[in-house]
């Protein structure tokens, strides 16, 4: 597949990926319907022999899932995963069993045999093939660029400039060689594979707009002029999945998710291009991220906390479609506001599931209650000065989330995170004059080059873009407004990624308790306001 194209019989149907969304709590697994299985040579991603490429994806918990169609295993558990990307670029060390690659948060990537992919846990086993990949904000298989018959790599730095890692057919790739610059225009970079059946890998990529352009390979490890697909419905897909053949007829083809968690099909013609799209499953919303899937891949919290007056502490999960779950109780009058400060601390540990950090007013000190810590270890010795809390994720680039202090006098510290949950690092000074912010929001990536960003609300109503750096000593860039007229707001706080496309997203409530969704463009703005709730919202004294 990655190569020439396969004799195949030609198969009517795409197999059946139907989402039963018998979503389990926090845990994400789905079911999948039966489907059929008559074609004869495996394809991309193919680990049950059926000649149709398969699916497989992490959950906000961090599990990855194979779906063949006919069944659905949880191939790797959470706290063995720590699984930022994920991707299935066929047979890597050419022992005829289709590969699947993971990057750590901390830019591990690891080579897992999918001989066992239909195995509970079965992907457990890998082999560190790179270290150091977290400098890279995309990491995506696009088949083999230069007529060596091998898999090979692309990956991009936030500053848009985009490498080629060619495979060596062992699992392993050579030396990263520089292919161009300006990719960070695109929000979505799809490793395609042979769209065009010139025996060359392709890629696609899509702009903030939704305009989707074709990179044909060249077949010397570089592309030719870009080709503009003519459809105006891509920028309708939180995540577009490329690489694979999924009706069995030898042609690549793509699966796209729109924001309601719906999944499309767009049947590749062996010429470049695709015909119109077909409808397939629903329920795929709370699907973090797919392999293959063009996005850069959201790390971190996946919800937001609502804290009482009295000090009850409640948790939200997101439903992957621009909406949170039903609140779950996560202490009762555990901890008032007359006493503690509070933070939804992203990813302190590599696994990536986000931390409640507990400040005591009384004694200064950071401590997280976390299941994992058992007796709420004293994370850092911080200060009585501190009136706000903030854990937005890597600051530093190194792939661990950090923590942000802010006194009373509006310094800033930054403890970077040593990526264990129960400690950081000694904390250094990073900035002055916040004490004019009322609101600070932490969730991410809001300008879609894979750091973390701030938002910040002053007392005049103006909402500050705070733009990362990834430099520890600087990690913000000089702020740039959003508007004003923010202060109609009691509560501003961010859920991460609530709608699937890997830009963290921003909510509001009102003093009537009115609930508000701002879809994150990864520009560093948002979309329009959309109403999720009139009231009920404004009983939260803090939301985290």
């Known amino acids: 597949m990655l190569t020439t194209r396969s004799r195949r019989r030609r198969r009517p149907a795409l197999k059946a990926l139907a989402c039963a969304c018998a979503v389990l709590a926090a845990?994400?697994?789905?079911?999948?319907?039966?489907?059929?299985?008559?074609?004869?040579?495996?394809?991309?991603?193919?680990?049950?022999?059926?000649?149709?490429?398969?699916?497989?994806?992490?959950?906000?918990?961090?599990?990855?899932?194979?779906?063949?169609?006919?069944?659905?295993?949880?191939?790797?558990?959470?706290?063995?995963?720590?699984?930022?990307?994920?991707?299935?670029?066929?047979?890597?060390?050419?022992?005829g069993v289709q590969d699947v690659l993971t990057l750590s948060a901390t830019g591990v990537l690891r080579l897992h045999?999918?001989?066992?992919?239909?195995?509970?846990?079965?992907?457990?086993?890998?082999?560190?093939?790179?270290?150091?990949?977290?400098?890279?904000?995309?990491?995506?298989a696009p088949g083999d660029l230069n007529r060596d018959g091998r898999a090979d790599l692309l990956v991009r730095t936030p500053s848009g400039t985009l490498y080629l890692y060619p495979g060596k057919g062992t699992g392993e790739f050579g030396g990263r060689v520089q292919i161009g610059t300006g990719w960070q225009q695109y929000d979505q970079l799809i490793g395609a594979g042979d769209l065009d059946g010139d025996g060359v890998g392709d890629l696609l990529a899509r702009t903030t707009a939704?305009?989707?352009?074709?990179?044909?390979?060249?077949?010397?490890?570089?592309?030719?002029?870009?080709?503009?697909?003519?459809?105006?419905?891509?920028?309708?897909?939180?995540?577009?999945?490329?690489?694979?053949?999924?009706d069995g007829n030898g042609r690549t083809d793509l699966l796209a998710r729109d924001f309601s968690g719906a999944l499309w099909f767009y049947p590749g013609d062996g010429r470049g291009t695709f015909a119109a799209r077909e409808a397939r499953s629903k329920g795929w919303g709370q699907v973090t991220q797919f392999a293959g899937a063009g996005s850069n891949p959201h790390f971190g919290k996946y919800g937001t906390m609502a804290r009482t007056s009295a000090g009850s502490v409640y948790s939200y999960q997101v439903t992957g479609t621009g909406g949170l779950t039903g609140k779950l109780l996560v202490g009762s009058a555990a901890w008032p506001p007359s006493s503690t400060h509070l933070a939804y601390a992203s990813s302190l540990r590599e696994v990536g599931l986000a931390d409640l950090v507990v400040h005591s007013l009384s004694t200064g000190k950071l401590t997280n209650p976390a299941y994992y810590a058992l007796s709420d270890p004293e994370i850092a010795g911080g200060s009585t000065s501190y009136t706000r809390?903030?854990?937005?994720?890597?600051?530093?680039?190194?792939?661990?989330?950090?923590?942000?202090?802010?006194?009373?006098?509006?310094?800033?510290?930054l403890n970077a995170g040593t990526g264990s949950g129960t400690s950081v690092a000694a904390r250094a000074q990073v900035a002055t004059g916040w004490q004019t912010y009322n609101a600070l929001v932490a969730g991410g990536d809001f300008t879609g080059d894979g750091r973390p960003d701030l938002l910040a609300r002053d007392t005049a109503g103006t909402l500050w873009r705070l733009t990362g750096t990834g430099s520890a000593s600087a990690p913000f860039a000089p702020r740039v407004s959003l508007g004003t007229g923010w202060q109609q707001y009691k509560n501003l706080f961010s859920p991460g990624d609530a709608d699937g496309d890997g830009k963290a997203d921003l909510m509001t409530t009102t003093s009537?308790?009115?609930?508000?969704?701002?879809?994150?463009?990864?520009?560093?703005?948002?979309?329009?306001?959309?109403?999720?709730?009139?009231?009920?919202?404004?009983?939260?004294?803090?939301?985290?």
């Open 512 to 544: 009537t308790g009115a609930l508000y969704f701002y879809a994150g463009t990864g520009a560093g703005t948002f979309k329009g306001r959309v109403a999720k709730a009139a009231s009920g919202w404004g009983v939260w004294r803090d939301l985290l």
């Open 389 to 413: 809390i903030l854990g937005p994720g890597d600051l530093t680039g190194d792939g661990k989330g950090d923590l942000l202090s802010v006194t009373s006098s509006g310094t800033v510290y």
């Open 113 to 140: 045999t999918g001989v066992y992919a239909r195995t509970p846990g079965g992907l457990g086993s890998y082999r560190t093939v790179a270290t150091g990949w977290q400098i890279y904000n995309k990491v995506t």
């Open 27 to 95: 845990a994400g697994a789905f079911v999948a319907l039966p489907g059929d299985a008559d074609a004869v040579t495996p394809a991309r991603a193919d680990f049950d022999g059926d000649g149709t490429s398969d699916l497989v994806y992490r959950n906000a918990a961090g599990q990855l899932y194979v779906n063949t169609g006919a069944a659905e295993t949880m191939a790797l558990e959470s706290d063995v995963a720590k699984v930022k990307d994920v991707l299935t670029p066929g047979d890597l060390d050419a022992d």
């Open 210 to 246: 939704g305009v989707l352009y074709r990179y044909p390979g060249t077949g010397s490890g570089g592309f030719g002029a870009r080709v503009k697909d003519p459809k105006a419905d891509w920028a309708s897909y939180n995540q577009i999945l490329g690489g694979g053949d999924w």
